[in-house]
Nanobody
């Protein structure tokens, strides 16, 4: 079992930055590909970013060039640095641990989810 706990969400003005953290316990994150998803009110959960154990990184087109995912296996933590935030980035952000696989399209297939952290970007 892996327990994931997100932190770092909050309220920020458009153009600002936030850094989300995802701390894991129970098992080392080394064996998992890690990622972030988000869900805005009234919308389905969507993929944001992933970082594989190999170091390969993947991003949704909507966040490319603005968001950066990183991981510290020694600290068992994954980060999402979010810059140039826009109101449309407002959502609950979820950390996930799983495997990068093809299931209709390539994405992170999560075995474990965090509880989510709210990010609100004001205009």
């Amino acid at each position: 079992q892996v327990q994931l706990v997100e932190s770092g969400g909050g309220l920020v003005q458009a153009g600002g930055s936030l850094r989300l953290s995802c701390s894991a316990s129970g098992r080392t994150l080394r064996r998992y590909d890690m990622g972030w998803f988000r869900q805005a009110p009234g919308k389905e959960r969507e993929f944001v970013a992933a970082r594989r154990n190999s170091g390969a990184q993947y991003y949704a087109d909507s966040v490319k060039g603005r968001f950066t995912i990183s991981r510290d296996n020694a600290e068992n933590t994954v980060y999402l640095q979010m810059n140039s935030l826009k109101p449309e980035d407002t959502a609950v952000y979820y950390c996930a641990a799983g495997a990068w696989r093809y299931s209709g399209s390539y994405s992170l297939i999560a075995d474990y989810w965090g509880q989510g952290t709210q990010v609100t970007v004001s205009s």
